[in-house]
Every structure is written in C-alpha cells, then in structure tokens.
C-alpha cells in the first residue's frame, strides 16, 4: 500500500489529505493499524493537548505500528503534535510517556514579551541537508500554532530547520534518515507547504532519505 494518513481521532485529517494531495502525495485515510503495516509511508498529524493526544494515539493501535515502521526507516512525516508524540514526554502532560523514538523532550514557550501560543507565520532556518527543505529558501515563512517546542540534547541537534520565537530557538522541522516531522503546518503553508511535501513524495518514492 502507499501512503496512510493516520486517523486516530486527531482533527485537521481534511486539510492535510488535500494538501498532500495537491502536491502529489495521494494518502488514504486509515484508522485501521493493520492496514497501515503494509504502507510504504506513514503521515501521523495531530493537534491539541499532548497527554490527550497521546492517549488517543495509543487507544487507536497504532502506536506499535508506527513504532515498527520507524525502525524499519519506512518514509514517515509528522506533523505538529505528531512531531511532539515522537519524543519522551511533554512539559504539558507530566507523567504521559511519548513513544521516545526522538531523544528529545517537549516544553513551554517562555512568555518573554510574546504571546503563547505561537499563531501565525514565522521563518525557516535550515539546518544541515535536510531532503524534506530541499527548495525551501532560508528565512522562509511557514504557519505556526504551538504553546510548545522540542529541544534536544546540546550536540544532539539533527537536521531539519530552526525558528526563532521571542527568546526561544526552536526546531521547525526534523529529519534522521526516513523520520522526517514539522512543528509548523505545511497543510497551511501555501507554496512553503506545498514545496515540503513534495519533498516528501520524492522520499516515498525512493528519493535520497
């Protein structure tokens, strides 16, 4: 199978679809963990609370699914809150375990003279060779809705792209061989978006990881 849009209840499953599909990336929409083992490629959304969220992903089945999809370094896009899931925990949800395939932690926006949550668009920073930037301008603008950011370990930072909010330098966007996750929403991006997931498409279609 190809490309399974995972829909374990999180919101925004409309956009994303047709996005994807605009930029020829064709998903079908699954709430079936089986069938999603077969596919070539996984795109996990998510939008809300993390520990709510979270549970969720996890009543669903998917996580083990996706959880062996990774290791098997299968093409995989997540987007916002599925970038959030992908780490250890979050500030937001203290005591809920992310599914810690990123060596990474979640945590609050200060409020230093900006308004949290992050809402709106906000520039791309590039870091390293990331395919899933490729064409993607340095200073681009991406839209944002985020209470919260992911941080890595200093000396632990992949590639992907960085954003600056207020006093904060965040990640934007991950990419470690096949995992590849954006905070900001390409579904909302216009051309930036668009651009993003059609980077996507080559890496489901055997492109350079």
């Known amino acids: 199978m190809g490309v399974i849009l995972i829909d374990y209840g999180a919101g925004n499953l409309h956009s994303v679809e047709k996005a ?5 990336v064709p998903a079908v929409r699954s709430d079936d963990p089986e069938a999603a083992r077969d596919a070539r490629a996984l795109v996990l959304p998510g939008q809300g609370h993390f520990g709510q969220v979270m549970r969720s992903f996890e009543r669903s089945g ?18 916002c809150v599925g970038l959030q899931l992908l780490t250890r925990g979050s500030e937001e949800a203290p005591g809920v375990d992310g599914l810690g395939v990123l060596d990474a932690e979640v945590r609050r926006f200060p409020t230093d003279g900006v308004s949290v949550p992050q809402m709106g668009w906000n520039q791309l920073w590039p870091l390293g060779h990331a395919a899933l930037l490729r064409g993607v301008p340095s200073g681009a603008f991406a839209y944002f809705a985020n209470s919260y950011y992911v941080t890595f370990p200093r000396g632990a930072v992949p590639s992907g792209a960085e954003t600056v909010y207020g ?3 965040f990640l934007s966007a991950v ?3 096949r995992l590849h996750a954006t905070q900001f929403h390409p579904e909302k991006s216009q051309a930036v978006g668009l651009q993003v997931l059609r980077n996507f498409g080559d890496v489901v279609r055997g492109g350079r990881a």
């Open 175 to 177: 990419s470690m061989g």
């Open 62 to 79: 998917f996580a083990p699914v996706v959880a062996e999809h990774l290791a098997s370094d299968a093409p995989f896009l997540g987007i």
């Open 167 to 169: 006093s904060t330098r």
């Open 20 to 24: 994807l599909e605009a930029a020829g």
